[in-house]
């Protein structure tokens, strides 16, 4: 057991450095695109804290007491993280759309549960563009630390009474490393359990862990060495890791034995710069600062509708320090120091009764529509899951016996004699209402899987997307849509896709599929993706009247500029290397002006890149004439 005190400000101090690299990540500083790994450094300190405490009551006694550690572990985590909540909530009433509203609650009741972690695992990852419209994402990584609380003491007990203390710290190796591997098999066959599952991240808390074991270096310019080394680690991942890095795996070892080198050098001079003052107070109030940040971030956004601009960044960072000092003091102090036994009973009950308020309230809400009253009639439209309920109804489910129904997922068949088949994503899929009203003289099918472009599995390219067996079937399946496609009588067949890869990558991988096509007498149209507006108009439009005026829709819902003049390239780019290309681009944004509603003001989007039932009957009628059918 190494000689540290309980109490080592400098551990506070860092972390200052990782919750402010969080901070700053989320408020899109761009020198800090790898500030998520602020993250991995709490993981690497809470493992070192919470086994010091565990291994050192276990060897002074031989025993544990649970109950004590628990209630702990409860006061000192629980209260501010029903505080954030509480308040998040309300915020989320005001300003949230329904269907963002049952998303929230859903979190909100899993945040307090302590699985928002599985929750956020089962819906995306981590850098989705949904994600920035989730105001409890980030209490992913709470659960993942209040799992390991849950664990952590009674595997530690028995690795002690199995094999001694050293071979604890032998077996807590190998569970790191197993874990370290497990991440790294993940990263490929599901990065979001990788990202987000305590199993990927039991490396990261086991290296704290293995720190306990690990003596102090007794030279001071070994120890300041070791300290500047961690801080260069933790400092480099920062400012050189992306969104587009692999992670966990491999990739945190660099933030992660950062900051265990820093624990092993923690009492030396380059240490003890991190128990200056003002930064251990920054450290003090990490906890509520990671909490309250996110939030208000968020919900800012849900009321301006657009990026950070100007000093906006600035006022958020100060707003949320402020909210932070003022939580840690109202609430993690109040209730974060355990009573004499038998006096802790009151203010736990009480406090895990409110949780149940909360996940009662949270079902209230799912099952109520997200609280859809909240809404002004005029501003109601059909959610994205309705809207795409009705998609389904409408155009998927007139099945043609004759038709494999795994391969053509959506079928509208009318007895007709012509029929035409749309392949590709579910860039395909949202075409299905305007080609079945347009061409009612056809059966119109689709062949799609979401996320599945036509493409992959062609000219050297395929699509890596979810889950590497995702990836896999994708390639299958497509290989099976142009099997059929060309040994079948000819048909028309549309290929449409979501913008994945360069154009020069999707030209060279479309080039044998033409081919195929053409050659089984097939006659094609290759339609280029629409604009996306970038943002869910949507959710934009149905938000209620408490604060966002009549006027501000006007003024917000418009989509995202940059996003719309990167795509019109996109679909410059692939027209100039595919001349039979029909693209939108005119006919959607005539002098670049891109048409999110109709002259009636209808939405022709139903989230931030699908087209609604309404855009997607607009368009295909508009394109008709341009079409060889």
């Known amino acids: 057991m190494s000689d540290r005190s309980s109490y080592q400000p400098e551990i506070d101090g860092l972390r200052a450095l990782a919750v402010l690299a969080v901070l700053f990540y989320h408020l899109d500083f761009g020198w800090a695109p790898g500030g998520f790994v602020g993250v991995d450094v709490f993981f690497v300190l809470s493992g070192y804290l919470i086994t010091r405490l565990i291994a050192g009551e276990i060897e002074s006694s031989g025993r544990f007491d649970f109950a004590a550690f628990y209630v702990r572990r409860f006061r000192r985590l629980f209260p501010a993280l029903l505080s954030t909540v509480v308040v998040t909530t309300a915020g989320a009433f005001l300003l949230l759309s329904p269907e963002q509203m049952t998303r929230f609650s859903q979190s909100a009741a899993a945040a307090v549960l302590s699985v928002s972690n599985f929750l956020f695992w089962s819906e995306s990852n981590y850098f989705d563009a949904l994600a920035t419209t989730k105001p409890l ?17 009674v595997t530690l007990l028995i690795l002690y009474r199995a094999f001694g203390r050293w071979g604890a710290a032998a077996a807590l190796a190998v569970i790191g490393l197993a874990s370290l591997a497990l991440a790294q098999f993940w990263l490929k066959w599901d990065p979001a359990a990788a990202f987000y599952m305590l199993p990927a991240r039991a490396m990261e808390l086991g290296i704290g862990g293995l720190m306990v074991w690990i003596g102090l270096p007794r030279r001071q310019w070994l120890s300041s060495g070791l300290a500047a080394t961690g801080l260069a680690a933790i400092v480099a991942a920062t400012v050189l890791y992306t969104d587009g890095t692999a992670f966990p795996g491999i990739a945190a070892l660099l933030p992660c034995l ?26 003090k109030i990490s ?9 208000l971030i968020v919900l800012w956004k849900a009321y301006t509708y657009r990026p950070l601009q100007g000093v906006e960044p600035l006022v958020l960072a100060a707003i949320s320090v402020l909210l932070a000092w003022a939580q840690y003091a109202l609430v993690e102090q109040r209730f ?51 809207q795409r309920a009705t998609e389904r109804r409408q155009y998927c489910i007139n099945k043609n016996p004759s038709l494999d129904a795994k391969l053509v997922t959506c079928q509208n068949f009318r007895g007709m004699k012509d029929d035409i088949f749309i392949w590709g994503d579910s860039h395909a899929q949202h075409l299905a209402a305007g080609f079945s009203e347009v061409f009612p003289d056809y059966n119109v099918y689709v062949i799609f899987m979401s996320g599945c472009d036509a493409p992959s599995g062609f000219g050297g390219y395929v699509r890596r997307f979810g889950k590497e067996a995702d990836a896999q079937a994708c390639v299958a399946r497509n290989k ?18 979501a913008k994945r890869a360069t154009p020069a990558i999707i030209s060279a991988a479309m080039k044998p599929i033409e081919e195929a096509l053409a050659a089984a007498g097939d006659r094609v149209a290759f339609l280029g993706d629409f604009i996306r507006p970038g943002v869910s108009l949507l959710d934009c439009v149905m938000a209620p009247r408490y604060l966002v005026t009549d006027e501000q829709i006007r003024r917000r819902c418009i989509g ?3 996003s719309a003049e990167t795509e019109l390239a996109y679909n410059e780019q692939l027209a100039a290397l595919e001349p039979t290309l029909i693209s939108p681009n005119e006919l959607q944004c005539p002098s670049g002006q891109c048409r999110f509603f109709d002259d009636q003001g209808r939405l022709l989007y139903r989230d931030d890149h699908h087209l609604s039932n309404d855009g997607s009957r607009l368009f295909i009628g508009e394109l008709a004439p341009k079409l060889p059918f």
């Open 137 to 153: 994402l980030h209490t992913w990584s709470l659960s993942v630390e209040e799992q390991f609380y849950l664990i952590w003491p």
């Open 258 to 283: 950062g900051t265990a080198l820093f624990i092993a050098g923690s009492r030396s001079k380059v240490g003890t710069l991190f128990a200056f003052g003002p930064v251990v107070w920054m450290g």
């Open 287 to 295: 906890y509520s600062l990671y909490l309250v940040h996110w939030p």
């Open 336 to 386: 974060r120091r355990p009573q004499p036994r038998g006096q802790n009973r009151m203010p736990v009950t009480a406090f895990a009764l409110a949780g149940l308020a909360v996940v009662a309230g949270s079902l209230v809400s799912t099952v109520n529509h997200g609280l859809d009253w909240r809404i002004p009639k005029e501003r109601l439209i059909l959610s994205a899951t309705q």
């Open 480 to 497: 099976a849509a142009l099997r059929f496609l060309t040994t079948a009588p000819a048909k028309n067949v549309v290929i449409s896709n």
């Open 560 to 562: 995202k500029p940059t």
